[in-house]
């Protein structure tokens, strides 16, 4: 074993000790199987942990194997997922699940390699599950990985490719390669944050190249965020007797083939008029109730929540209560709320 190797180990150890001890507990990580690995590991796709911990435990109560959820609908599926956003993980996460039934024999694969064949599942995904539920020596590098490696290094983060390389070495030289991944991950979100890193707390700072030279609040640089693109969707609560039209969104984009109000799409306001006139319904008595404003990643949507009636019979019609089970955002939710 190499001087270096020999620094590596003490520095891994040390990091995995701290774990064991300061871990916050989460409830993917009180029963580590394949298949909470993969949810788990879905959910906290570009979504912070605080957010996913309720929505898992519903998940996972609803879904509590790899069979009910490949023999669930897309609808129960991303009801379920309501929350998280991205909904393309869900369907990913589902299609995923009917893989391994059908292609596995229900079992979530063991190897990095085979799980990245599943829909959905990239090389961190892979990674996360072999080691964290099997124990496997495979690599992970996600934002926090990166970070962390950054400032171990004393300089910006490399290349992916490099990237990756450092982390299968430290894997390799793990005792325990799931623990040391959880711990890297773990270390990124709580101590070694992108703003304000609490050094004093850190474990293995005395290994620290950004420590030892003052940069650690300069390393990595800030990156640029990207400007949202403004949309304004006019969503019309149209009413017959008791119930509500709804009307499904299309099969790409932006909340695909989840469920929403009828709805008018433009690039800016639209007055009162155009939004009638480009309804699919006959409506009267149209009017304002009010509106918000919901950020995504790359999109600034304004909501114009209006109401009116009619007599028609086309399109589905639900009542109180009678959309609960429907795949709906939480933004049209907040519209539907909004009629009272």
Same mark, same amino acid.
């Given at each position: 074993?190499?001087?270096?190797?020999?620094?590596?180990?003490?520095?891994?150890?040390?990091?995995?000790?701290?774990?064991?001890?300061?871990?916050?507990?989460?409830?993917?990580?009180?029963?580590?199987?394949?298949?909470?690995?993969?949810?788990?590991?879905?959910?906290?796709?570009?979504?912070?942990?605080?957010?996913?911990?309720?929505?898992?435990?519903?998940?996972?109560?609803?879904?509590?194997?790899?069979?009910?959820?490949?023999?669930?609908?897309?609808?129960? #599926? =991303? %009801?379920? @997922?309501? +929350?998280?956003?991205?909904?393309?993980? &869900?369907?990913?996460?589902?299609? !995923?699940? *009917?893989?391994?039934?059908?292609?596995?024999?229900?079992?979530?694969?063991?190897?990095?390699?085979?799980?990245?064949?599943?829909?959905?599942?990239?090389?961190?995904?892979?990674?996360?599950?072999?080691?964290?539920?099997?124990?496997?020596?495979?690599?992970?590098?996600?934002?926090?990985?990166?970070? #962390? =490696? %950054?400032? @171990?290094? +004393?300089?910006?983060?490399?290349?992916? &490719?490099?990237?990756?390389?450092? !982390?299968? *070495?430290?894997?390799?030289?793990?005792?325990?390669?799931?623990?040391?991944?959880?711990?890297?991950?773990?270390?990124?979100?709580?101590?070694?944050?992108?703003?304000?890193?609490?050094?004093?707390?850190?474990?293995?700072?005395?290994?620290?190249?950004?420590?030892?030279?003052?940069?650690?609040?300069?390393?990595? %640089?800030?990156?640029?965020?990207?400007?949202?693109?403004?949309?304004?969707?006019?969503?019309?609560?149209?009413? *017959?007797?008791?119930?509500?039209?709804?009307?499904?969104?299309?099969?790409?984009?932006?909340?695909?083939?989840?469920?929403?109000?009828?709805?008018?799409?433009?690039?800016?306001?639209?007055?009162?008029?155009?939004?009638?006139?480009?309804?699919?319904?006959?409506?009267?008595?149209?009017?304002?109730?009010?509106?918000?404003?919901?950020?995504?990643?790359?999109?600034?949507?304004?909501?114009?929540?209006?109401?009116?009636?009619? *007599?028609?019979?086309?399109?589905?019609?639900?009542?109180?209560?009678?959309?609960?089970?429907?795949?709906?955002?939480?933004?049209?939710?907040?519209?539907?709320?909004?009629?009272?």
């Amino acid at each position: 074993m190499s001087g270096d190797d020999g620094s590596a180990r003490r520095r891994l150890a040390a990091l995995e000790r701290w774990f064991t001890q300061a871990a916050r507990d989460l409830p993917w990580r009180r029963r580590r199987t394949g298949y909470s690995a993969l949810v788990a590991e879905a959910m906290l796709q570009q979504t912070q942990v605080a957010r996913v911990v309720d929505r898992y435990r519903v998940f996972m109560r609803r879904f509590p194997t790899v069979k009910a959820l490949a023999e669930a609908s897309e609808d129960e #599926v =991303l %009801a379920a @997922w309501q +929350g998280l956003g991205y909904y393309r993980r &869900a369907r990913n996460l589902h299609r !995923a699940a *009917r893989s391994i039934v059908d292609e596995h024999a229900g079992r979530v694969p063991r190897d990095a390699a085979t799980l990245q064949t599943l829909p959905g599942v990239g090389r961190y995904t892979a990674g996360a599950i072999a080691s964290i539920a099997y124990g496997r020596p495979a690599p992970i590098v996600d934002g926090n990985v990166t970070r #962390v =490696l %950054a400032r @171990w290094a +004393g300089r910006e983060p490399a290349a992916a &490719a490099e990237t990756w390389d450092a !982390a299968t *070495r430290l894997v390799n030289l793990a005792e325990h390669p799931g623990v040391l991944n959880e711990a890297l991950m773990e270390l990124g979100a709580t101590v070694c944050t992108p703003v304000s890193p609490r050094c004093e707390a850190c474990p293995v700072a005395r290994w620290c190249e950004a420590r030892a030279a003052g940069t650690e609040a300069t390393i990595p %640089a800030p990156r640029v965020r990207a400007t949202r693109t403004e949309v304004h969707h006019h969503c019309v609560l149209v009413r *017959r007797a008791s119930k509500v039209s709804l009307e499904q969104r299309p099969d790409e984009g932006l909340w695909a083939r989840m469920w929403q109000p009828p709805t008018v799409e433009a690039a800016s306001r639209l007055t009162d008029r155009v939004v009638r006139s480009r309804l699919a319904l006959p409506v009267t008595g149209l009017r304002p109730v009010g509106g918000f404003v919901h950020l995504t990643t790359h999109r600034r949507v304004c909501f114009h929540v209006l109401a009116g009636t009619t *007599r028609s019979r086309r399109g589905v019609w639900r009542g109180p209560g009678e959309c609960d089970d429907l795949a709906m955002s939480n933004a049209h939710r907040r519209v539907l709320a909004m009629g009272g």
